[in-house]
């Protein structure tokens, strides 16, 4: 699989939210994926440079302070069920008109926070989701706002639309995609996980981590849409398999990194230290 170094290390790391991977662990890792060392320290740096990274005094990395709402986002794809209530048929809705388009960064992160919380567009500058997230329209405004979209931006809550408007919303999203994609990513979880203790080591690392990684920006995308729109239980059925693939994935990882550490460690030792070590066996 075609993987970009600044996606790798990014993936990893969102991996360890309450701790940090050593340098040695994802040039490991880079070497899988056919990245060199030099390309992924030379990422590293750009990364760090731009904030999305920090060091700290062991050598190792982690996912920036600033990240930190984006990663909690992610990392919460296994809580996807705990995110929704049930739908009494209202909307929530962001206006963003009063965000000047020649505000380029400020339109890329709020497109971006629309996007994690599952809204489409309705008219030229209004948005529109179901109201059927938990904690309602505070609590979606402060995800909202958290992930990036520009506090000019408006977030209400819509208690009715007219019976035009309303068929028009519940046509924003495209549902016969959405099932279609479940079931293939079912499928496909299924499949892989029957087959990972049969690959070659190295395989199995990149299935796994190819597959899960598309499989959770799935669901991590996923709008979240409330039962009369998207039955639940194939979202759910998704979420479940997913969870069982990642601790099959995380196996095959452990395992490798932890290798990868050793071997790193062992190759920095003195060469004075070495040799007596294998002089005493």
Not at 59 to 86: C, F, M, N, T
Not at 179 to 187: M, T
Not at 197 to 210: D, R, Y
Request: glycine share 8%; proline share 4%.
């Amino acid at each position: 699989m075609s993987l970009s170094p600044k996606s790798l290390i990014l993936d990893l790391l969102s991996t360890v939210p309450q701790g940090s991977m050593p340098v040695s662990a994802l040039v490991a890792a880079a070497r899988l994926f056919a990245i060199s060392e030099n390309n992924l320290r030379v990422t590293l740096v750009r990364l760090r440079a731009a904030r999305m990274i920090e060091p700290d005094d062991r050598g190792r990395y982690r996912l920036a302070h600033g990240s930190a709402p984006v990663g909690k986002h992610v990392i919460a794809w296994r809580d996807l069920e705990q995110r929704v209530q049930a739908w009494d048929g209202k909307w929530i809705g962001v206006h963003t008109a009063a965000v000047q388009r020649s505000q380029r960064r400020a339109h890329r992160l709020g497109d971006r926070a629309l996007r994690f919380l599952g809204f489409e567009r309705f008219d030229a500058g209004l948005h529109l989701r179901p109201d059927n997230l938990t904690g309602g329209v505070e609590v979606v405004r402060r995800q909202l706002y958290d992930l990036g979209l520009d506090a000019k931006a408006l977030v209400f809550g819509i208690h009715e639309l007219d019976t035009t408007g309303e068929r028009r919303a519940r046509r924003l999203w495209n549902v016969t995609a959405l099932r279609d994609g479940y079931r293939a990513s079912l499928a496909a979880l299924t499949k892989s996980e029957r087959r990972l203790n049969e690959l070659p080591a190295h395989a199995a690392l990149v299935e796994s981590f190819g597959l899960g990684r598309r499989v959770i920006r799935q669901i991590v995308l996923d709008p979240l849409l409330p039962e009369p729109l998207v039955p639940a239980g194939d979202r759910a059925a998704l979420v479940q398999a997913m969870c069982r693939y990642d601790r099959a994935g995380r196996v095959c990882w452990s395992a490798f990194l932890k290798q990868a550490i050793a071997t790193t460690a062992r190759e920095r030792r003195p060469s004075s230290i070495r040799t007596k070590q294998g002089e005493a066996a």
